[in-house]
Every structure is written in C-alpha cells, then in structure tokens.
C-alpha cells in the first residue's frame, strides 16, 4: 500500500511538473531578442483581418490550451525559431488563441476547433485555406504555410 501511495506522489508530482502553461510568444530569450513568428494580440479578430487586407497579407492562428504538451513542444521547437518567424511574418499576421480564455471559445466554435493545437490559415477574409488538427514538425509547419500561401495569394 505504501509503495502504491508513493509511485502515485511521484508520477502527480512528475505530471505537476510537466504543466508548466510557459509560452513563448514574442518574448526575448536568454541570447537575446525573440526571433520566432511574431503573434499579435488582439480582443478580436476583425482587426487582424483588416492588417491583412491592408499588407496583402493571410492569417495564421494557432489555437492552444495552457495544457497542452503538444502546443508547448510548438511553442519551442517549432515557433521559436528565426527562420520560422522570418518565413511566417514575412507573409503571414499571427494570432495565437487560448481556447479557454477572452475569445478563444467564440473563435473555437466558430472554426470548429476540438483539437489541440489547431493551426488555421485564413485569407483576408477570414475562409480556411489550410486546417491542421495537431502538431507538426519545423519543416511540415513551413510546408503547410507555403501551401496555404498558394491558394491564398
């Protein structure tokens, strides 16, 4: 019975550990200045679609939960990096939802998000050109990214 109470303690504390909600949105590092995609906040999402018309640009949401394992692997290995930011800022407006907080359940019903990640990529006028359920690596993200591009643009 001890053994049993103290292999539980140890995997809820190992579980405990591994909730961390760390996200890294456009943030400095310990090198230095953030250099991964670039998301903007916003209450909304008409002013992002107004950004995009405005720069000739589409829209790039990320939907996420402050639990989940596979956003935050996103987050780190995926959005982090420059050459990441540099390839989605340069044709992209992003937007990360939480979709539990603020707008986020609005948008999630509205783009009928039920998995997490979800990566959506808009045109100007807010249509689904690519969907992702779930996460990518570096390299199926940018693939995804330059597909959405050429349906969009």
């Known amino acids: ?27 400095s590092s310990s090198v230095g200045a953030y250099q991964g995609v670039s998301f903007v906040k916003s209450n909304s999402l008409q002013p992002l679609l107004d ?23 996103m987050d780190e290995e995926v959005f982090s990096l420059a050459s990441t930011g540099a390839a989605i800022d340069k044709n992209f407006i992003s937007y990360k939802v939480n979709a539990e907080k603020g ?38 993200f940018l693939n995804l990214a330059e597909s959405a591009l050429g349906q969009g643009m």
């Open 51 to 73: 950004q995009a018309k405005a720069e000739n640009k589409l829209i790039f949401l990320d939907f996420y939960t402050t639990w989940c394992l596979p956003c935050r692997v």
């Open 1 to 27: 019975m001890k053994q049993t109470f103290f292999l539980f303690s140890c995997v809820l504390s190992l579980l405990l550990l591994s909730c961390n909600p760390k996200m890294t949105t456009s943030s």
């Open 103 to 140: 707008n986020g359940p609005t948008l999630s019903t509205v783009f009928n998000v039920y998995a997490y990640p979800t990566l959506l990529f808009l045109d100007a006028d807010g249509n689904i050109l690519k969907r992702k359920d779930g996460s990518l690596s570096n390299s199926s």
